[in-house]
């Protein structure tokens, strides 16, 4: 089985525009959630979807927006890109809302230049 | 405030050798506590999970401690081997019920390296 897949893998962009993120979850899981993380440290919560419904929101500006579709995958978009975007942005699936078992996808890193 | 505080920061051993992390966390209500290894650019791979109940957990050469009562928990990983060298990290879950959102609430981590 394959797990959560997310592309790309890597991406740079350059200050001012737009980025799309993608994020394949495991076969059966239907909640996703997208976190941030800047080099040497944790991840922060950005958001999670369930059964294609926003079900929480970190502290992020409405810069940044996700949306699941109805086979589960999701997109998290960034607007009006800063340098300090720049980090991994990791995509977490797992089968219902409160589920314990998360599985992490290897991340997207972006580069803001 | 919730919390989740890990020690040491960083920390060098000898392959072969033994080592033990701490976790202490401050998340109230709790529903569960994860260990995760971090490679470098890499997604978190979780190790072990154990809810309230549980207070050992084996993964391998991994074997994770809890305390609830306490509120610490420890990774203790033997006979270390060079694959080993990653960031490990504690992160717990507050429990929905009480209005806390199920988000994962992060250690900063330590950051492993196994030199031979």
């Known amino acids: 089985d394959a797990g959560v897949t997310q592309s790309p893998t890597h991406l740079i962009k350059t200050r001012g525009q737009h980025v799309t993120l993608r994020c394949s979850p495991i076969?059966?899981?239907?909640?996703v959630s997208w976190y941030q993380q800047v080099l040497g440290q944790g991840p922060q919560f950005i958001f999670q979807?369930?059964?294609?419904?926003?079900?929480g929101r970190g502290n992020f500006p409405d810069r940044f927006s996700a949306r699941q579709f109805p086979n589960y995958s999701s997109e998290l978009n960034v607007n009006a890109l800063l340098l300090g975007d720049s980090a991994l942005y990791l995509c977490?699936?797992?089968?219902?809302?409160?589920?314990?078992?998360?599985?992490f996808g290897s991340g997207t890193r972006l580069t803001v230049v | 405030k919730n919390q989740v505080e890990q020690s040491p920061q960083s920390l060098i051993i000898l392959e072969g050798k033994n080592c033990t992390l701490q976790?202490?966390?401050?998340?109230?209500?709790?529903?569960?506590l994860r260990w995760y290894k971090q490679d470098t650019g890499r997604g978190p791979v979780s190790l072990t999970i154990?809810?309230?109940s549980e207070n050992t957990k084996s993964n391998g050469r991994y074997t994770a401690t809890l305390d609830a009562d306490t509120k610490q928990s420890s990774l203790h990983i033997t006979a270390s081997q060079l694959s080993d060298s990653a960031s490990y990290i504690c992160?717990?879950?507050?429990?929905?019920?009480?209005?806390?959102?199920?988000?994962?609430?992060w250690g900063l981590g330590t950051s492993l390296a196994v030199n031979p």
């Open positions: 976790c202490n966390y401050t998340v109230s209500p709790f529903s569960n």
């Open positions: 076969s059966g899981h239907k909640s």
């Open positions: 977490a699936s797992s089968v219902q809302q409160g589920a314990a078992g998360y599985t």
């Open positions: 154990m809810t309230f």
């Open positions: 979807y369930y059964e294609k419904e926003e079900r």
């Open positions: 992160v717990v879950s507050g429990d929905r019920r009480a209005g806390n959102n199920r988000k994962l609430i």
